[in-house]
């Protein structure tokens, strides 16, 4: 049987990523499998989870033909998902830098409320509510650092025909619905945004739990969540049928959570075209029967007497047992002049809202399948374990393990190896460039040069070995007479080396158990770019987007 990835599953998974980034940043699981009380070893699936974002890859990209990495037409190869990528991307490593707790958070794409566009009905039978199709836009905007859903598109006095632009931007109370349709439109605050989330990029935005909200903002206050409890705000159309008829009507009976069963003192009228029935609209018999669409139902409906919801004047408490549970349609159809031969096939869906509302946890109504994670690399870090270096790539890293930690920095992690020169020469080391291949006499080891540092008399160079053809992995060996150049047999920038640092911080491969050298720790993502260019004096603000 074919699996279905539901809107359901990903926001789940982007949930426990979120959650095990947090709980990890926490160390709540960082006791040692001997603890035996609440560390690894009472966590036996969860391992060493210490999440990390790694810039990398000071080295070129190979040519496209005839196509080089400076050309305006290059295009960046993409990862394939193989495993030599991954191994790429470790052994590429200039450093990592860890995952604060508050730094990773679920995200929505921004769909910023513009004048004109249509909009989407929030319907939860509809598996394309959240996304954009042909002129339609997504069911749910950002605004004045809020987030809304529609909760109606049909609200129009008369000359329905199809969903009409927006032109007035949604304002409602507190997590409430707004007072009166405008342009067709009924709005329901759901979220609160923070202007100031490091998170916020030009097309995606966080949204917190509640919790996270000050008291002031949460929907919980003032019981705001409770305003559209067991609201029914849309008959969805999955299946239109055929062969409907002017005749049809459609009956509808409620349920409420205390087991009563209802029959709504409002009418649901299909619209048909071409004996399929394309729409239904919720009505109110009290009012004008020239309402074409459900403007009137929304305007001046009392909702309470409509059994859509039951609330209180000061709209502040409901009683849970009669909220709506749930709600089922019948659909008649005698046919044209009562006869037996009535439209069949059709298919209806009501959106009925939390029985705690649709604000009380956005994060379950919303698209957040979106996780966001930031992490800042201030200069080279106090330790100059993030050296001023190009980087081509971005990655996240997961369960890998310090072996170094002689600077005591204790978040930001140097990933590159090392040799001391012996008898560097200056003027050749000053004309080398990141990603330049570099040669031991002798030794046969090709590696690329990332950068050098001189202090105290000592000169050492930082280096870096992947798969790449032009390079191999044989690590420079100790010795005064094997020199260092750009060329296999000259053009030197030492006459040797005099030691090697081949445990940095953090080492692209560990023992493991009883396994000596293998690879330190799971790429989960990463990204590949065009180089960006790094200074000592710049902050590079990280964020990753990774969709579920």
């Not at 000071?58 to 290059?74: H, K």
Request: hydrophobic share 35%; charged share 15%.
């Amino acid at each position: 049987m074919a699996a279905i990835i539901t809107d359901h599953f990903r926001r789940n998974q982007a949930r426990l990523l979120v959650n095990d980034i947090k709980a990890s940043a926490s160390g709540s699981f960082s006791d040692t499998e001997s603890s035996g009380t609440g560390g690894v070893g009472a966590y036996p699936y969860r391992g060493n989870n210490r999440y990390a974002i790694g810039l990398g890859k000071s080295d070129s990209w190979p040519n496209a033909g005839s196509v080089t990495e400076g050309d305006a037409g290059f295009v960046v190869p993409a990862p394939t998902g193989i495993r030599q990528d991954d191994e790429d991307v470790i052994n590429n490593l200039f450093t990592l830098k860890d995952i604060g707790g508050t730094s990773v958070k679920q995200m929505i794409a921004k769909n910023v409320w513009t004048t004109g566009r249509k909009y989407k009905v929030y319907d939860s039978g509809d598996p394309d509510a959240f996304y954009a199709t042909g002129d339609l836009y997504p069911c749910y905007v950002t605004h004045n650092n809020s987030v809304y859903i529609v909760l109606s598109n049909t609200a129009i006095e008369d000359g329905f025909t199809s969903v009409i632009g927006s032109t007035t931007a949604p304002s409602t109370p507190a997590y409430g619905i707004s007072a009166a349709p405008t342009q067709g439109y009924v709005w329901c605050e759901v979220a609160k945004l923070d202007a100031n989330d490091d998170l916020i990029t030009n097309q995606f935005v966080p949204i917190r739990k509640n919790e996270e909200l000050a008291t002031s903002d949460q929907p919980l206050t003032g019981n705001r969540h409770r305003l559209t409890a067991g609201l029914l705000s849309h008959v969805g159309v999955a299946s239109g049928g055929t062969g409907y008829s002017s005749n049809t009507t459609i009956t509808a009976t409620i349920v409420k959570n205390n087991g009563t069963v209802t029959t709504p003192a409002i009418s649901f009228v299909p619209i048909i075209s071409g004996g399929v029935i394309q729409r239904v609209d919720i009505r109110d018999p009290q009012n004008s029967p020239s309402d074409t669409g459900s403007y009137e139902f929304w305007n001046g409906a009392d909702k309470s007497d409509a059994e859509l919801m039951v609330i209180n004047a000061d709209n502040s408490t409901l009683a849970i047992a009669d909220r709506i549970k749930s709600i089922n349609f019948v659909i008649d159809d005698p046919g044209p002049g009562g006869s037996a031969e009535g439209g069949s096939g059709a298919l209806l869906s009501g959106t009925i809202a939390p029985s705690t509302g649709h604000a009380h946890n956005a994060i379950d109504i919303l698209p957040t399948w979106f996780v966001g994670i930031n992490v800042d690399f201030e200069g080279t870090e106090d330790d100059g374990d993030a050296p001023a270096i190009n980087f081509r790539q971005v990655s996240l890293l997961k369960n890998f393990v310090r072996t170094d930690d002689s600077d005591g920095s204790a978040n930001t992690l140097g990933a590159l190896k090392s040799i001391t020169l012996h008898t560097p020469q200056s003027s050749a080391l000053g004309n080398l460039s990141q990603g330049q291949v570099l040669y031991q006499q002798t030794s046969g080891a090709k590696f690329y040069f990332d950068h050098y540092v001189t202090a105290g008399g000592t000169t050492t160079l930082f280096y870096h070995q992947n798969s790449d053809g032009e390079i191999n992995q044989i690590d420079p060996v100790a010795n005064n007479a094997y020199g260092i150049g750009t060329a296999l047999n000259g053009n030197q920038v030492s006459a040797g080396v005099a030691t090697r640092n081949l445990t940095p911080e953090y080492q692209s491969r560990v023992a493991s158990g009883t396994d000596a050298y293998e690879f330190n720790g799971e790429v989960i993502f990463h990204e590949n770019r065009k180089p960006f260019t790094r200074s000592a004096s710049q902050t590079e603000e990280v964020k990753l987007i990774i969709q579920l």
